[in-house]
């Protein structure tokens, strides 16, 4: 063989095996790879559990048709916005109608879970908050607070206590 052709070959077999690893691990990731409300879930009690699952379980009936509404105007902006003329007025007036309906949706997120935490002890909701602020607040749970931008203020674990930091 020549010297090119075993150097195509090597560099062939290594990209085939980093590849090959590369989607193992991805694989493995969304597989296998335990999701932060599952951690979360595992500490909590079975009464917490069951407090969570009965409220959640019957307040996605509230919620769904909320949900239509919003896919059904996404749909609408995104024909006013590829129409061939723009129209201001209506792109302001469905803007201001999902501005609405993401608020409904909004409200009933925190009355629900200002339901569930009322119904629960101090050290359930420790358990639990990190990953509650994520949901309402629309952030990813792991991301810590290396995106924050300094003097932004937070929520801190101390001591199993909830303190504000400057």
Do not use: C
Request: hydrophobic share 40%; aromatic share 8%; no cysteine.
């Amino acid at each position: 063989m020549k010297k090119s052709l075993k150097i195509i070959f090597t560099l062939s077999i290594v990209l085939n095996l980093l590849f090959i690893g590369l989607s193992a691990g991805y694989i493995y990731s969304i597989k296998f790879a335990q999701k932060p409300w599952e951690k979360v879930k595992g500490e909590l009690s079975n009464n917490t559990r069951e407090i969570i699952k009965s409220s959640f379980s019957g307040g996605r009936k509230d919620i769904i048709p909320i949900i239509r509404d919003i896919r059904k105007k996404k749909n609408e902006m995104k024909k006013i916005m590829t129409a061939k003329e723009f129209d201001i007025q209506a792109y302001n007036d469905l803007a201001n109608e999902v501005q609405k309906l993401e608020i409904d949706f909004t409200k009933r997120k925190y009355k629900r879970i200002g339901n569930i935490l009322s119904r629960l002890p101090q050290e359930e909701r420790l358990k639990m908050a990190d990953h509650l602020v994520a949901r309402l607040f629309g952030k990813k749970m792991g991301r810590g607070d290396k995106n924050r931008m300094k003097g932004d203020r937070g929520m801190v674990k101390d001591n199993n206590a909830l303190r504000l930091v400057k």
